[in-house]
Each structure stands twice: as structure tokens, then as C-alpha cells.
């Protein structure tokens, strides 16, 4: 599975963007759909999360600003970040968790600017 991901750019402080994530096809034996990211010089966190059982996790740091969601018939994993701060800038990677095996999308630049 290829993921591809997009939405990333520059923004204000307070301002919005959406991410989205598209898969190449249809994977099977899915575990959960997330969303990390990883900033210069930091390890890469988990960010937001849905499970195949449509549980949501988001890291506290982003609680009630971010909404994961997954669009089934578009088969696209979607980043919702409203109320942005500069401390959200980072790079935002998808991931797609089956049983086996983990696959990451390459990856969005997300700049918030004050």
C-alpha cells in the first residue's frame, strides 16, 4: 500500500488546515489509521488515531483542536487542525496499521507562523 500525503502548507496562528491521506488500495486486517508527526531535532509523536473499531486517541497536546476522521469510500485518512500554533510546525506523516505490518505516507510540512 502506497499512502500520499497532502494538505500541508503555511499558516497563522489560529488559522486552520485539513490533511488527507490517500491509500493506493484497500487493505485488509487494519489495526488503526493515524496520523504522527516529527519536528527538527525531536522524535517522531503520535498525533491523532482511529481504530478499525472507531476509537479516536489524539495526543493531549492537541485535544479538542484536532478531528481524525476516515473517509471509507475514498479510502482517505483525514487531519482536521483548527486553532493551530506555531508549536504544532512539523512534518505530518500518515500511517496505516494492519496486523503485519506498518506503512507511512511521505510526509507534509505543516509551518504555523505567530
Known amino acids: 500500500v502506497q499512502l500520499q500525503a497532502s494538505g500541508g502548507g503555511l499558516v497563522q496562528a489560529g488559522g486552520s488546515l485539513r490533511l488527507s491521506c490517500a491509500a493506493s488500495?484497500?487493505?485488509?486486517?487494519?489495526?488503526?489509521k493515524g496520523w504522527y508527526r516529527q519536528a527538527p531535532g525531536k522524535q517522531r509523536e503520535l498525533v491523532a488515531r482511529i481504530s478499525s473499531d472507531g476509537n479516536t486517541y489524539y495526543a493531549e497536546s492537541v485535544k479538542d483542536r484536532f478531528t481524525i476522521s476516515k473517509d471509507i469510500a475514498k479510502n482517505t485518512i483525514d487531519l482536521q487542525m483548527n486553532s493551530l500554533k506555531p508549536e504544532d510546525t512539523s512534518v505530518y506523516y500518515c500511517?496505516?496499521?494492519?496486523?503485519?505490518?506498518?506503512?507511512w505516507g511521505q510526509g507534509t510540512e505543516v509551518t504555523v507562523s505567530n
Open positions: 500511517n496505516l496499521r494492519t496486523t503485519s505490518k506498518d506503512y
Open positions: 488500495r484497500r487493505e485488509f486486517n487494519i489495526r488503526s
